[in-house]
């Protein structure tokens, strides 16, 4: 049995600026309105696989940390980033940023892409979704406009 939340309707968003540097249109800074859609399967314990309300929680708890930043990876073989006191000084293909650390979010990815994106927010949640009844698969897609999205899956 599956159970799925688009996230689009469940109010699993966020909206952050980023950018990709292996893209040239990507390359310059720009934002979206993303949001977040779920799967989750696995056998229903007492006819229930896992309760709507606690899987969206799950996911607003590890995406509100992004919403209103700029999506900057930690470390990465693309771009450079040096924390200098309060300021984030980024740069890629000649390009250089100084944003307040309080407008960043550092990436545990290499890139913002929302392919890397979905898979870092279902290392953040898997732990905890699996503890939940008797679920076997779990999927974290990352929307960055209406339909055109990335998915990142893990089965147990
Ligand atoms: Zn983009």
Redesign the pocket.
């Known amino acids: 049995m599956k159970l799925m939340i688009d996230g689009s309707l469940g109010h699993m968003d966020f909206s952050a600026a980023?950018f990709?540097p292996t893209i040239e249109k990507?390359a310059h800074l720009?934002g979206?309105n993303y949001y977040v859609s779920v799967e989750v399967e696995g056998d229903p314990v007492e006819g229930v696989l896992m309760d709507y309300g606690i899987l969206k929680s799950l996911i607003r708890k590890a995406i509100e940390p992004l919403d209103h930043r700029i999506l900057v990876p930690e470390h990465s073989g693309f771009s450079t980033c040096k924390i200098d006191g309060d300021v984030c000084l980024v740069a890629y293909a000649g390009k250089k940023f100084q944003f307040p650390i309080s407008d960043v979010y550092l990436l545990d990815r290499e890139m913002s892409s929302s392919e890397l994106l979905s898979r870092s927010i279902l290392e953040k949640t898997e732990k905890e979704i699996f503890r939940h009844g008797n679920i076997k698969r779990f999927a974290v897609c990352v929307y960055?406009s209406p339909g055109q999205g990335a998915c990142s899956e893990v089965s147990r």
């Open positions: 980023h990709i990507c720009h979206h960055e």
